[in-house]
């Protein structure tokens, strides 16, 4: 029953800019490892890491640089290379393709689409192209392949670009993360936004509810936890806003250094355009500590149930910042969602989502697995 899986990621967890999506792949690839799976994980290389090596049991080949890996990976298919039962094609705005090579069963990852993304990066010539790859080639593409999707936000995305829902299957994110009972929270009002800093994630909106707040909320603070090349811009922003004793960039951090800030955190501020579903209000959830997320982002709308584990707000700095100061100064409210978080995100477990891809994986790979063979 074992499978040989190739995997198609155009980052790792040990690259500078992984986030969500990269701890998403790679705790599934590590479980499926576990489980007796051959996994290779094909993703793009970066300063200091090593083009092949193994770890916690998974293989990773890194060639190819932000958009050089996906003729490199495509190549790879073609060649058969590495003689895979299936492949994982996650399709980060930039779909690898994999289909057309003919050459073995495809399932197609999507944690969000990119359609708002793609004018924060790119000219308007650059942006309209890369939309019509995603929502109208890709489509296409994989017209015969399965997909899998991160949250029903994303399956009814994917069902406004022609895909039909009952070929997504949705499996999310879980969680390995224990409370910290002996954490105290911090005896000022406090803000953590926590990923990494790119425009997207609109770290700006946090720093702006910050300085509004501060004449009202004196002792106000604010982590930033994460590492980016937006960086800079966010601290001329602190420096425009006046707002430089109130904001604390802690850079990249440990696991249990981010675990302690999340727990110390009264509330978790996510003013993230995009989120396919934002694995990090579980991570902060665990903790006993509500987010404050956009309705627009997508995947939050999933993660978070409003007015009950978080909230979710339209549109707009204002009304964002108007959440936050609910939360800040309603102790009873936020004493509310603090126990029901700590309830709600005990239901995903890393575990169950492992054993869903097994399961998927082995139908595309046209096995039986032992849990679903009657004769077994």
Known sequence: MALRILMFNWRDMHHPEAGGAEKYLVTVAEGLSARGHEVI??????????????????RYVRKGGRFGIYPRALAANLTRRYKADVVVDVQNGVPYLSPLTRRRPVINLVHHVHKEQWPVFFGPRLAKAGWVLESRIAPRVYGGTSYVAVSDATRTELGGLGIDPDRVEVIHNGTDAIPLDGTPRSLNPSLIVLGRLVPQKRVEFALEAVARLIDEIPNLTLDVVGSGWWEPHLHAKVAELGIEKHVTFHGHVSEAEKHHLLAQAWVHAMPSLKEGWGLVVVEAGVHGTPTVAFTEAGGPTNSIVHDQTGLLVDHGSQEFTAA?????????????????????????????????????????????????????
């Open 41 to 58: 994980f094909r993703t793009s290389a970066y300063p200091g890491g090593l083009p092949d090596e193994v770890v916690n049991g998974v």
């Open 324 to 376: 936050v100061r609910s939360l800040l100064l309603n102790d009873e409210q936020r004493a509310r969602m603090s126990s029901e978080v700590a309830t709600w995100v005990a239901q995903f477990h890393w575990d169950e989502s492992v054993e869903r891809w097994e399961q998927a994986l082995l139908r595309a790979a046209g096995r039986v697995s032992p849990t679903e063979d009657p004769n077994s």
